[in-house]
C-alpha cells in the first residue's frame, strides 16, 4: 500500500564521543512567520486554508500536555505544537515548484504529508523521508485517512540518516532536517546535505541562546554556518490560536531556512 523500504541491518558505525560544542550566538537574521510568508506573496486570511493544516495536524502532529501542568488543568489536555511548520513547508514547495523532498526525521509525519499535499497540487513529485522507528500501525492507519495519491508519491527509508546519505549521492530540490536534534548528529546531516539541496534546506528546532532543552542543539551548529540566505523565521502558534497567550516577543523558537533560488 505504500513503500518502506528497510535497511537498518546495515554495520552501524561506532557513536562517536561527545565534542565540544560551539557556544549559541543568536547571532542571525529574524522574520516573524506573517512576515516570511506575505514576502513569498501569501495571505494566511486569502491563500492558507487554515483547516486543512488543523485536520492535518490532528492526525500526525497533536501533542498531550503533563496532567500535572497548570495548563493541563485551566485551558486542555490538548495542544498544537507549532503547525505553523506545515505551512511554511507547503508554502515553499508552492512557490518554488519542488518536485523532490527528503526529510530527515518522519516523526508523526506531519512535515511529510504537508509536502505530499502540497506536491499533489503541483502536479506530483518524489518525497523520501528517512527514519529509523516507523510505526506501521500508524502509517496503515494514515494510509487509509489520507488520499491515496499523497502516499504514492513517499518513500519511507527506515534506517538512519547517515546510511541513507552515505549509500547514494542523489540530489534533492528541497532537504529538510529533522532528525536527531543533538550537536553531533546535526552536524553530521548537514555535512552530508549541504551539497545535496538544489533550492532548499529547512533546519527545525532552532533555539534562540536562554531556550534550554535537553538534547537539542541545533542551533548551535547553526550558528557555525556561513551562509547569507541564513535566516531564523519565529513560529509556533503566531497564526493559529495560542492558548498560552505568548506575545511574538516571548516565542524563543523557530526554524532556519537556506536557499538558493
Not at 118 to 139: C, Q, R, S, Y
Not at 144 to 159: I, N, Q, R, T
Not at 160 to 174: A, R
Not at 201 to 225: A, T
Request: proline share 3%; net charge negative.
Amino acid at each position: 500500500m505504500y513503500n518502506t523500504i528497510d535497511f537498518s541491518n546495515l554495520s552501524q558505525t561506532q557513536n562517536e564521543k561527545p565534542e565540544n560544542i560551539p557556544p549559541r550566538t543568536g547571532d542571525i537574521k529574524k522574520v516573524l512567520i506573517h512576515e516570511k510568508l506575505k514576502s513569498l506573496g501569501i495571505s494566511v486570511d486569502k491563500d492558507i486554508r487554515l483547516g486543512d493544516f488543523d485536520q492535518l495536524g490532528e492526525m500526525t502532529a497533536r501533542k498531550r500536555r503533563d496532567p500535572s501542568s497548570e495548563l493541563y488543568n485551566s485551558i486542555g489536555a490538548f495542544f498544537r505544537p507549532n503547525y505553523e511548520r506545515g505551512i511554511l513547508i507547503y508554502t515553499l514547495i508552492k512557490k518554488y515548484n519542488v518536485k523532490s523532498f527528503l526529510e530527515i526525521g518522519f516523526g508523526r509525519g506531519y512535515g511529510t504529508f504537508c509536502a505530499a499535499m502540497a506536491m499533489h497540487e503541483n502536479g506530483g513529485g518524489k518525497i523520501v523521508t528517512v527514519d529509523p522507528n516507523f510505526n506501521k500501525e500508524h502509517l496503515d492507519n494514515l494510509s487509509v485517512a489520507l488520499p491515496k495519491e499523497w502516499f504514492s508519491m513517499v518513500s519511507f527509508m527506515a534506517g538512519k540518516s547517515e546510511e541513507y546519505l552515505s549509500g547514494n549521492s542523489e540530489k534533492f530540490d528541497f532537504v529538510y532536517v529533522d532528525g536527531d536534534h543533538t550537536y553531533e548528529a546535526t552536524k553530521k546531516d548537514w555535512e552530508m546535505c549541504k551539497d545535496r539541496y538544489n533550492k532548499l534546506l529547512l533546519f527545525d528546532d532552532y533555539h534562540l541562546p536562554g531556550k534550554i532543552q535537553k538534547d537539542i542543539d541545533c542551533s548551535n551548529l547553526i550558528d557555525q554556518i556561513e551562509d547569507d540566505t541564513k535566516e531564523l523565521i519565529i513560529m509556533d502558534r503566531r497564526i493559529f490560536f495560542d492558548d498560552r497567550g505568548y506575545s511574538d516577543d516571548e516565542i524563543d523558537y523557530g526554524q532556519v531556512l537556506l536557499t538558493k533560488v
